[in-house]
């Protein structure tokens, strides 16, 4: 059975869509982030957001994980192109083989 586990790596908001002040980033990621991916061991990691991709790739993640960029729409009031590719991807990655093209 696969399991899903959904965590905020950034867990604030920052003014003007600015990226969050290092000191603020690095404590949410050894204080929060970190312990849980170490724990979870996950196969994927599908960041929400450049924000979120950006910090994540600066680290050293577990080698049995695979990171990936969804990028949100403005607003998340649609998807992006971009994000319908990968969304594909990862649909196409779960169906038995039999059920692939």
Do not use: C
Not at 44 to 52: F, P, T
Not at 69 to 85: N, T, V
Request: no cysteine.
């Amino acid at each position: 059975m696969d399991e899903i586990a959904f965590m905020n790596i950034l867990p604030f908001r920052t003014r003007m869509d600015k990226p969050a002040p290092a000191n603020v980033a690095r404590n949410a990621w050894s204080k929060v982030a970190e312990p849980q991916i170490a724990a979870l061991h996950p196969r994927r990691i599908i960041a929400l957001g450049k924000k979120a991709w950006d910090i994540l790739s600066r680290r050293q993640l577990p080698a049995s994980s695979d990171l990936i960029l969804f990028k949100r729409g403005i607003g998340d009031s649609y998807i992006p192109a971009e994000s319908q590719a990968v969304l594909r991807k990862l649909t196409e990655r779960r169906k038995p083989p039999q059920q692939q093209r």
